[in-house]
Structure formats: structure tokens, C-alpha cells
Nanobody
Framework: QLVESGGGSVQAGGSLRVSCVAS????????MAWFRQAPGKEREGVATISRAGGSTIYIDSVKGRFTISRDSAKNTVYLEMYGLEPGDTAMYYC????????????????WGQGTQVTVS
């Protein structure tokens, strides 16, 4: 089970940190990622992080502004977002998979319920 929190409403240029707590499985054996879905648009991957946290991938539109990290002791993955833009407005979802490639967006098959981020 994945449970997200930390979303909210901010003005453009502001920052937020969203969190995702994992339970019910061996967290450290899973690739983790954040996806987002804006109204009327398809869900897109935003960032991935490897099992040990040493490798991360970001989509171009968030590079330099977002940081994904994980805390194994807390079974938690974070997405820190800076310089937020109205185009970042979306429902943000935490996701996980146990396959080989953490960079493969199509393999993520365990999802949280989402947390809303609104930038005005």
C-alpha cells in the first residue's frame, strides 16, 4: 500500500514536498517513482529512483526544480518541488514496481491514491 501526502496550493515560484509512505511489502526491493496527471491529460512519469536511491531520472520539464529521494528507515519516498509553475498543477501519484529497470515507466504497477498540487 502506498499513501501520499503533502499536496496543496501554492503560488508560482513556491515550493512543496510530497511524501509517500509504503507498507505491506519489502520497500527496499522496489523501484519507486512519482507520476502526475493534469485535468484532461494523460498520466506522465515525473521522476524515478532506484532501490538504493543512488540513481534518479527526471523528465526534462522538472529537471533542476524537482528532487526525488527515499528514506529506507521510514519506508518513504519524497518529491521536493521548487520553482513551481502553473503547468505543474496535477494530481501526483506515488508508484512502485519490483522489476529490473527502475527507469522503465511502463512497469510501475502499484499506485497510491494521489495528492493534489495546485499552482496559481
Amino acid at each position: 500500500q502506498l499513501v501520499e501526502s503533502g499536496g496543496g496550493s501554492v503560488q508560482a515560484g513556491g515550493s512543496l514536498r510530497v511524501s509517500c509512505v509504503a507498507s505491506g511489502y519489502t520497500y527496499s526491493s522496489y523501484c519507486m517513482a512519482w507520476f502526475r496527471q493534469a485535468p484532461g491529460k494523460e498520466r506522465e512519469g515525473v521522476a524515478t529512483i532506484s532501490r538504493a536511491g543512488g540513481s534518479t531520472i527526471y523528465i526534462d520539464s522538472v529537471k533542476g526544480r524537482f528532487t526525488i529521494s527515499r528514506d529506507s528507515a521510514k519506508n518513504t519516498v519524497y518529491l521536493e518541488m521548487y520553482g513551481l509553475e502553473p503547468g505543474d498543477t496535477a494530481m501526483y501519484y506515488c508508484a512502485a514496481h519490483s522489476g529490473a529497470l527502475c527507469s522503465d515507466w511502463t512497469r510501475y504497477n502499484t499506485w497510491g491514491q494521489g495528492t493534489q498540487v495546485t499552482v496559481s
